[in-house]
């Protein structure tokens, strides 16, 4: 991670004993599925997504502990998963220079901070969406003096975003569909960031590594492709950069 990053992120966990972040450690970090209860065997679950709103997973919420110990423990590998990916795009779209950037389930702003190492010279619009108020608190602090930096709490304060036409250029999606309780929640959500996607924009998909995360990935990729309906020349009216750079199912 950048200096600047970690001094901010020092700044934000100073006062904290080792026993403390240890303990934090042990009880929201130590085994995630005790406190998300992600499924761990998604062979018999088909590709896509329904209009389903029955749980599928557990509500989670980051209050102040699961967000210090988020900050401790697991920002660090979140940025990196996240650098990888912005690194394949920009091997692929080289000229890609993205002047606004949304950031939705932004937690305390990882994703913003990898878009600001790739296109820091073109960006001038951070728009980060977090419903939690102690991600928000630290946000406030690892983002300031980000240009253009605006907060909204969850999908439906962007509704005054799409009303007015409103468009950005880069769209992040990091370690979002996994915490995600229901299908329907996740085609709202998708349906929505695709609608404030620019033309010629990118939407990024991260996960977690696991059979859950890279199921979401890949139907939202599949949703995506089955939502846009073909121009007037029979092509398609997105592209997929990576992986799998094609229109067929992915299993």
């Not at 692929?92 to 389930?105: A, C, I, K, N, Q």
């Not at 939690?132 to 630290?138: G, H, L, N, T």
């Not at 569909?177 to 709202?188: G, K, Q, Y």
Request: net charge negative.
């Amino acid at each position: 991670m950048p200096t600047e990053l970690l001094q901010r992120l020092t700044s934000v966990v100073r006062g904290r004993t080792h026993s403390q972040l240890e303990t934090l450690r042990q009880q929201h970090v130590g085994d995630p599925r005790n406190s998300r209860k992600l499924p761990l065997d998604m062979s018999k679950m088909p590709l896509g997504w329904t209009m389903d709103r029955s749980q599928q997973i557990p509500p989670f919420a980051y209050g102040p502990a699961e967000t210090l110990a988020f900050l401790a423990y697991e920002m660090e590998a979140t940025y990196a998963c996240t650098h990888a990916v912005f690194t394949e795009l920009r091997k692929r779209l080289p000229d890609f220079e993205p002047t606004s950037v949304l950031d939705f389930g932004a937690g305390p702003g990882t994703a913003s901070w990898v878009a600001k190492d790739f296109y820091d010279q073109s960006l001038d619009k951070y728009r980060v969406v977090e419903p939690s108020q102690s991600m928000v608190d630290a946000a406030e602090v690892l983002l300031d003096g980000f240009p253009g930096l605006s907060v909204r709490r969850n999908i439906a304060d962007l509704s005054r975003d799409i009303k007015a036409g409103n468009k950005f250029d880069l769209i992040v999606v990091s370690y979002v569909l996994s915490d995600m309780t229901s299908d329907f929640e996740r085609v709202a959500t998708t349906s929505a960031l695709w609608e404030l996607l620019s033309e010629n924009g990118c939407l990024v998909v991260v996960d977690r590594g696991s059979q859950w995360g890279s199921h979401q990935v890949r139907s939202a990729r599949q949703f995506v492709l089955d939502s846009v309906n073909e121009d007037e020349d029979g092509k398609e009216g997105v592209r997929i950069i990576a992986p799998c750079p094609h229109h067929f199912e992915v299993s």
